[in-house]
């Protein structure tokens, strides 16, 4: 398994854990189509992202790698009030969680969640469903090639 797929597993574990103990909790997808409806605790997805910066390090030649994955959170609720505070309460614990273990498990040098983007989306024969795309980034070096 390559560093970066490495990395990205140890994200996902790292939301799975810390968003489990909500009550209901959301499902936490990795690189998965939005399902039409919404869970109750709402729905994480994981998305890959892309490497923002590979700079070499000689001797020993290793690479220093900046990788930027998408957490997509979709929230619904029947009143706008509803879906905010459901939002906000999963993009902190979403933030707490990786705070926790910068390094996830030891996976990376350091992961830094960035600020979120907000979306309102209209599902087909659905309520309205509240979104927000927060970025991580994850440094970690590699050894060798920067195929990561």
Not at 50 to 60: K, Q, W
Not at 80 to 85: F, H, I
Request: glycine share 8%; hydrophobic share 50%.
């Amino acid at each position: 398994m390559s560093k970066r797929e490495t990395a990205i597993a140890a994200l996902r574990d790292v939301l799975t854990t810390g968003l489990a103990a909500r009550s209901p909790a959301p499902l936490v997808l990795r690189a998965e189509t939005i399902p039409q409806r919404i869970p109750l605790g709402g729905l994480v997805v994981l998305r890959d992202g892309d490497t923002v910066d590979e700079t070499a390090i000689l001797s020993p030649l290793s690479w220093a790698i900046e990788h930027r994955a998408e957490v997509e959170v979709t929230v619904a609720g029947a009143t706008p009030a509803a879906r905010t505070a459901l939002l906000d309460a999963l993009l902190v614990a979403i933030g707490d969680a990786i705070t926790a273990d910068r390094t996830l498990g030891g996976a990376v040098d350091w992961a830094q969640p960035g600020a979120a983007e907000f979306q309102d989306t209209e599902f087909e024969g659905a309520a309205a469903a509240r979104s927000a795309l927060v970025p991580v980034t994850l440094w970690f070096t590699t050894a060798g090639s920067a195929l990561a």
